[in-house]
């Protein structure tokens, strides 16, 4: 019902390598009932970032080569349905490359997101989730790319890349790069890889 992972308050250091995950209608809501029923902290999305701890020790999520799909719920308070969340509790830093957002309806990134992407670039924005960039949220959609993914079949949960993908070659040969994707085939080190968590195999 609510966000498919939180990378949350008090995840800290310089080693948060997050990559190769697939999420699929996640935040669909509406968030259980009781006191915190559509609660604005009850995060619809599919991923939400929010790290860092008191006394702001260095920290740095690296978020990269991953899937998200079809996240997001109109039945919450304003603001609070989308892909990506990025919240402000407390300072960090946000690597964000390669990764492949596909929008069925909802915000790629929820209205009351913060802006403290300190990299980002070559991620794939596709489907009716606004403009890309988006000026309300401009450090997120650096160097953005866009196209149809040609993904195989997601409505039945199927996200790998078909030939003719948008995502193939396109992504930043920046280190860290996955040595494998989610399927375990082997990404290239020597030229770019595909964008989202799987490589696309002829």
């Not at 966000?3 to 669909?28: D, Q």
């Not at 559509?38 to 990269?64: E, L, M």
């Not at 996200?159 to 930043?172: E, F, W």
Request: glycine fraction near 14%; aromatic fraction near 10%.
């Amino acid at each position: 019902n609510g966000r498919g992972m939180l990378l949350g308050n008090f995840m800290t250091g310089n080693e948060n390598y997050i990559y190769n995950n697939v999420i699929i209608r996640a935040g669909m809501g509406p968030a259980p009932g009781g006191e915190f029923s559509n609660d604005p902290a009850w995060s619809y999305s599919c991923v939400d970032i929010n790290a860092g701890a008191t006394g702001n020790p260095a920290t740095t999520i690296h978020f990269y080569n991953n899937t998200l799909y079809g996240c997001g719920y109109g039945g919450g308070p304003a603001d609070t349905a989308g892909l990506v969340s990025v919240g402000d509790s407390f300072p960090f830093n946000l690597d964000f490359r390669n990764n492949l957002m596909v929008s069925t309806g909802f915000p790629f990134v929820q209205g009351y997101s913060a802006t403290k992407t300190t990299r980002a670039s070559n991620n794939l924005w596709f489907g009716p989730g606004g403009p890309v960039p988006d000026p309300t949220v401009p450090e997120i959609f650096a160097t953005p790319i866009t196209g149809d993914p040609k993904l195989v079949k997601p409505a039945a949960g199927d996200v790998h890349l078909q030939s003719g993908s948008a995502a193939i070659g396109k992504g930043n040969q920046m280190a860290p790069i996955p040595g494998v994707d989610f399927d375990l085939n082997p990404r290239p080190a020597s030229s770019p890889v595909d964008i989202g968590a799987f490589q696309w195999v002829p």
